[in-house]
């Protein structure tokens, strides 16, 4: 068994010794550089670390086996790893029986700017408010970004950032499911549950099920907003008439004025964009599925035998 590291910002190779053995030989990689032949990859950072190779390891379709080491780990939380042990016990699963799973990625595809190749994420985009709360987090220390960096962000751009008219036309299949158009503050397009360090913007998000989940926050004040911050810790913002929230195939997502599109943690493009579903897109060493999450499993060691 050949295994590619990928190894985040500041992140020590020395971590690697975890995952190597007599049944694993751990190739290096160096940044910026096409990926070598393996029959798996581990990568050791978070959010925006594997969002940048998504191109290459759907492609790819090695299995990938996500070690919780950036400042922002919402994507291996959301699949059951939380830490080096978790990370330890799905590999060591993976290397006794091949067992690994599929889930889809979303992908933005630009429409203002040509030039700007569509791009893949593997858990949460959007636009508006939390883009700018994103922004916002990325310009702060490393060790500040992993502890609340984007909460910080997100109240500061609440204080500051204004209401936005979006239009956005959602499909199913072939046919118009909805359309929005009137001020709002923010739209999220969910392939995971959560960002931001545990914000559950998406509590309905299943990376399996071929559609994305749509968040869209209406036109409120700040107080209101700031009150309902919290709630999305648990969820529960759904519940509240500010908040518009559906399951859609593709969508597409214009505003008054172009705003920033972030997608796991990291700037895209800006609006407008188009944003659908790649389904089964990913292959990915983690624990058994969680309630409600209907990943299909494979055999590695039948497929690279």
Not at 235 to 259: I, M
């Amino acid at each position: 068994m050949r295994a590619v590291a990928i190894l985040g910002p500041d992140v020590s190779p020395q971590y690697l010794a975890l995952f190597s053995g007599s049944a694993c030989r751990i190739i290096g990689h160096q940044r910026g550089e096409p990926l070598p032949s393996a029959d798996a990859a581990i990568v050791l950072g978070g959010d925006g670390t594997v969002h940048h190779y998504l191109r290459e390891l759907s492609q790819l379709k090695i299995p990938v086996l996500m070690v919780p080491r950036g400042s922002g780990n919402d994507f291996a939380y959301a699949l059951g790893l939380r830490d080096d042990r978790d990370a330890l016990s799905a590999w060591n699963r993976f290397l006794a029986t091949g067992h690994s799973r599929e889930i889809d990625l979303g992908i933005i595809a630009p429409l203002g700017d040509l030039s700007v190749s569509p791009r893949l994420f593997c858990n949460v985009a959007g636009a508006g408010l939390d883009s700018e709360a994103n922004r916002r987090a990325n310009a702060m220390p490393r060790w500040l970004r992993g502890r609340g960096g984007y909460l910080l962000g997100a109240l500061g751009a609440i204080r500051s950032f204004p209401a936005q008219r979006f239009v956005v036309e959602a499909h199913q299949a072939a046919s118009l499911h909805k359309k929005i158009d009137e001020p709002g503050l923010m739209i999220a397009f969910a392939n995971g549950p959560a960002y931001g360090g545990g914000l559950r913007i998406a509590p309905a998000a299943d990376f399996a099920d071929g559609q994305l989940d749509i968040c869209f926050v209406r036109q409120t004040g700040k107080a209101r907003l700031l009150r309902l911050l919290p709630k999305v810790f648990s969820g529960r913002h759904v519940n509240y008439p500010e908040v518009e929230y559906f399951k859609a195939a593709r969508l597409r997502v214009e505003s008054e004025v172009p705003l920033d599109v972030y997608a796991d943690g990291e700037f895209v493009c800006r609006t407008p964009v188009e944003v659908s579903i790649v389904p089964m897109a990913l292959r990915l060493i983690a624990p058994c599925e969680e309630p409600g999450t209907k990943a299909r499993t494979n055999s590695a060691l039948q497929r690279h035998g």
